[in-house]
């Protein structure tokens, strides 16, 4: 079984796992509170390496991450396991599991992973995601550094409450980053997910002083963070801290896991889209049918550069260079033909 990164060795056999800010003290025999890094006698180990509950070829738009090579693909991969317990998981049958109690996980290693992505056509790399890719880290790590040596992008989706040292490590071999701002208040946060929001503002700030490239998806649940204050503060903070050409994705909720709120109604993402868009260069709509908030508009002169429907995209507003053809200015920083 492989051994963890990122933790300590306590008195009485104990360890303390110490990637995200839960900070487990993890006995003899148990595990952390993502489930998937156990305690082997008096070692921390990763029990979820190379068992992988999903792997497909999606397109990028997918991720959701509208900016980073539009139209392409990318393999996307995950195991079981997460660090958040969030009550509306869309994913919760592999996230909120472990490896024993899920029977279809397939071991794969990081080369097989890396060759099929190499063997795909119109596929720019590998996306970790599904479940949470941060209780993966070990696996993630080796597979991204065998894809970064063989010209792929390496991709996370993830919920961003992760320690600053293992985040640190993670841009040196993560190109993009879709990370998800779930809401703007720790109560939400904390009665929510299980977690806090301030480490996921922090893990935002270093990404985007990184350099590595950065797209925010916030899921509009009724009633628990629609309120449009809240989420002008959001945006705010956003635009001040991250940047206003940050991609901002604005989802829709639909009743899952264990909450039975019921879907958010189009009017009030709409509102939320206008808000958004008064601070903010590239705000999109997600999980609706409507058609809007869809397309990508130079943020200069206003012509529309990139339509999508559904995962069909066509860049053919976008010059070779990643700009606008109407008037040159750059809109996408990571594109190829
Ligand atoms: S990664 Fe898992 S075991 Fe480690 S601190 Fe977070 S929840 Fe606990």
Redesign the pocket.
Known sequence: MMEAQYYTKLDDNKVQ?T??P???V?KEGRS???KV?ANDKGRLITENYGKISGYHFDPIEKKPLYHFYPGKDILSIGSVGC?LHCQFCQNHEIAQTDVHNYPYLKELSPGEIVNAALRQENNIGIAYTYNEP??FYEFMKDTALNAKQNGLKNVMVTNGFIKPEPLKSLVSFIDAFSVDLKAFTDDFYRKITSSNLNPVLESLKTIKKSGRFLEVTNLVIPTLNDDKKKFEELVLWIRNELGKDTVLHISRYHPMYKMNIKSTDQDTLFSLFEIANKYLDFVYLGNLHSGKGQNTYCPNCGKMVIERSGYSTETKGIDKAGGCIYCKTKVIEHYLV
Do not use: F, S, Y
Request: charged residues 15%.
């Open positions: 796992c990637l995200c839960h900070d487990c993890i952390g509170i993502c890094r660090n941060l209780v």
